[in-house]
């Protein structure tokens, strides 16, 4: 047991779902932090710091304006001087009272405003004296005044702009961690992608690819030990196929030695058997299976033969009740029939003909005869109950066309449709459906035929093995039969 020593693929499973979990987990955190990081950077950024560095930068232009008109003024006092101060002076009220929307704490505001509250001083204190002639005096000590106020917007100014590039450093940070932690993340669950496609190959489908082997070699030769190899459960499964495979050699050897005893005591029962199930020869496109209820004899029988190379001929039918006595009935009326269609005989003559035998009291048979050439079907069913005729475009249930065949007699008539390429005959004896909670055999027959894809063996197989699947034994004796229409 290699595998044993392994942790188990469920652990493993877990271990690469709650890593996977904890990657995305933490990195989404930081992911989202950092976004919120970012946006309240840009949100500053283009709130305050910009709209604070444009309303600063104005304003210092309108105070170097007026600065140079009152140096203007001061060194030649003429009145055109004095228009270009007063328009000076003007604009830089303008400049102070454009109204600039801020965003930002309080302590921040009064630091982007200060040196518009200036502004504000020296022109309530000195802007009038450029209405009147004032002084060289006044006007000089204003001309100071202006230079100390643009100095201090000056330099607010360039502690504006280094915050502002403080701030748009730290979102360009913000981003490139961001970009990172994203890059980080997407290597991770790669990573952890590769290691779950290479855990799967080597952990699963290579333990798997053992055990089929194994099972096939098994299947083949029974002396063949399964051995456990791969991940815990992978290897429970293995020791489960070969506890079966050792349960499958002791029913092997129980069989052989019932078969032996069997064909010591009954060598009869074997012939009987061998002559219900003998065919003509293959017939293409004709299948069909038998499962007996009671043993290897049984009142179910199918039959089919051809002629020439375009005529499929073919027979069901079911004995009423099992054993022996069921059984030599099957055989006797088997023979009829089919030395009747190898005659190429009418299906409902043979009917008609198979009714004037001696049939003991009490017995009857339920029988369906057909014959398919050149693209027709050509039937009779004698009380058969369960006939279909099946293609993709939709199913036909083929109804009874007499009654049962009994010593009472009765009258038979022909059937007859097309059946062409793509369509299929599905008969079955009502064992069958004794076995299913469903009822309808058409819809039964149509809905495993296009479950099968058109294909006659696997749509046989499926109706035997949901019918076995159903019960645990078989109830009744079933006989199932397929014919499709030739190319």
């Not at 489960?240 to 029962?269: K, W």
């Not at 309808?440 to 019918?467: H, I, K, P």
Request: one cysteine or more; glycine letters at 6%.
């Amino acid at each position: 047991m290699g595998g044993a020593a392994l942790l188990s693929l469920t652990f493993g499973v877990r271990a690469i779902t709650i890593a996977s979990l904890s990657l995305i987990a933490i990195c989404g955190i930081l992911i989202i932090e950092e976004e919120l990081d970012a946006r309240q950077s840009r949100a500053a950024l283009e709130d305050f710091w910009i709209p604070a560095r444009t309303m600063n930068r104005e304003l210092l232009a309108a105070e170097k304006v007026a600065e140079q008109s009152i140096t203007a003024l001061i060194a030649s006092p003429s009145s055109q001087h004095r228009r270009d101060a007063r328009l000076a002076i003007a604009d830089l009220r303008t400049a102070v009272s454009r109204s600039t929307s801020l965003k930002s704490e309080p302590a921040t505001m009064d630091f982007a405003l200060e040196p518009k509250r200036a502004a504000q001083s020296w022109l309530d204190q000195y802007a009038r004296s450029f209405e009147s002639d004032a002084s060289t005096t006044l006007l000089a000590t204003s001309l100071r005044s202006e230079r100390a106020l643009m100095q201090n917007t000056s330099l607010r100014l360039a502690q504006i702009n280094a915050r502002a590039s403080d701030v748009r450093d730290s979102l360009n940070q913000l981003s490139t961690t961001l970009r990172t932690t994203i890059a980080i993340e997407t290597a991770l669950l790669i990573s952890l992608l590769i290691l779950l496609i290479l855990g799967l190959k080597f952990r699963v489908l290579t333990p798997l690819l053992t055990l089929r082997q194994d099972l096939d070699r098994s299947a083949r030769q029974l002396v063949h030990v399964i051995k456990p190899s791969g991940p815990r459960e992978i290897s429970a499964v293995a020791q489960d196929a070969e506890q079966l495979r050792r349960s499958l050699i002791h029913e092997h050897d129980v069989s052989d030695h019932a078969t032996e005893a069997l064909v010591q005591a009954s060598p009869l029962t074997l012939a009987f058997r061998a002559e219900l199930d003998r065919q003509v020869g293959p017939v293409p496109g004709v299948i069909g299976v038998h499962f007996p209820v009671e043993g290897l004899i049984a009142g179910d029988w199918w039959w089919a033969g051809k002629q020439g190379s375009g005529t499929q001929l073919l027979a069901i039918a079911d004995v009423s009740g099992h054993g022996v006595a069921a059984g030599m009935l099957a055989l006797e009326t088997r023979t009829l029939v089919s030395r009747d269609l190898m005659a190429l005989d009418s299906p409902e003559v043979i009917c008609s003909q198979l009714a004037l035998h001696a049939f003991p009291p009490g017995m009857f048979v339920t029988l369906f005869v057909g014959v398919i050439k050149e693209g027709t079907l050509k039937y009779c069913s004698a009380g058969h109950p369960n006939a279909a005729v099946v293609s993709e475009h939709g199913v036909q249930e083929l109804f009874t066309t007499g009654p049962v065949i009994s010593a009472l007699g009765g009258s038979w008539v022909l059937g007859q449709l097309p059946f062409e390429r793509g369509s299929a005959l599905l008969l079955a004896t009502d064992g069958l459906l004794d076995q299913l909670p469903e009822a309808d055999f058409s819809q039964l027959a149509q809905r495993a035929w296009l479950r099968s894809g058109g294909t006659a063996q696997e749509c046989l197989d499926a109706l035997v093995g949901q019918a076995r699947e159903a019960t645990g034994v078989w109830k009744d004796d079933v006989t199932v039969m397929i014919a499709t229409a030739k190319s």
